[in-house]
T-cell receptor, first 111, second 112 residues
Framework: GENVEQHPSTLSVQEGDSAVIKCTYSDSASNYFPWYKQELGKRPQLIIDIRSNVGEKKDQRIAVTLNKTAKHFSLHITETQPEDSAVYFCAASMNTDKLIFGTGTRLQVFP | DTEVTQTPKHLVMGMTNKKSLKCEQHMGHRAMYWYKQKAKKPPELMFVYSYEKLSINESVPSRFSPECPNSSLLNLHLHALQPEDSALYLC???????????FGPGTRLTVT
């Protein structure tokens, strides 16, 4: 079955710097890749997603890139702010309702 | 309404109790999900309902019993739970075939 690896497990950056989180998936049939942000004690929040027919998608300070050949996708956050501090989960899906989640990255943004 | 709501927020139950978790959405979504999340782990899929029919059961023990009374409501009936079942239980919903899942705030369950 599908497996999603996520790195790094923790990431600390200075406010204003960029942060990059990478995920690798195993099944080439996967075609939907969402990213979720989960603040402490809160629900996972869908922040951006990308489908396999697109290589990059941006939404203000957040961007996601997809390399289907290498089977990896990345989340890029520019001009980080303290409120970006959270756990970020990547996920992959193969045209089904089932999302396979990565193990999560704890991002800390220091002022 | 663009939210998924869940009740209760917190639940403490003994191993012999029967309780239910409730989830509601009014976004017209026709797929609804139950997840279990342990601390510092990703959400773990338990059940999926599509058009009010159970479509995925991830080999969940029978002490967890899902129910989808209508397209807006999803329940999770709990009976004879174990302490290791203590976790955050998340509900989510999505349009069928778009796969964009939106989560509720969760129910923090403690089994004593």
């Amino acid at each position: 079955g599908e497996n999603v690896e996520q790195h790094p497990s923790t990431l600390s950056v200075q406010e204003g710097d960029s942060a990059v989180i990478k995920c690798t998936y195993s099944d080439s049939a996967s075609n939907y890749f969402p990213w979720y942000k989960q603040e402490l004690g809160k629900r996972p929040q869908l922040i951006i997603d990308i489908r396999s027919n697109v290589g990059e998608k941006k939404d203000q300070r957040i961007a996601v890139t997809l390399n289907k050949t290498a089977k990896h996708f990345s989340l890029h956050i520019t001009e980080t702010q303290p409120e970006d501090s959270a756990v970020y989960f990547c996920a992959a899906s193969m045209n089904t309702d089932k999302l396979i989640f990565g193990t999560g990255t704890r991002l800390q943004v220091f002022p | 309404d663009t939210e998924v709501t869940q009740t209760p927020k917190h639940l403490v139950m003994g191993m012999t109790n029967k309780k239910s978790l409730k989830c509601e959405q009014h976004m017209g979504h026709r797929a609804m999900y139950w997840y279990k999340q342990k601390a510092k782990k990703p959400p773990e899929l338990m059940f999926v309902y599509s058009y009010e029919k159970l479509s995925i059961n991830e080999s969940v023990p029978s002490r967890f019993s899902p129910e989808c009374p209508n397209s807006s409501l999803l329940n999770l009936h709990l009976h004879a739970l174990q302490p290791e079942d203590s976790a955050l239980y998340l509900c989510a919903s999505s349009q069928v075939l778009t796969y964009e899942q939106y989560f509720g705030p969760g129910t923090r369950l403690t089994v004593t």
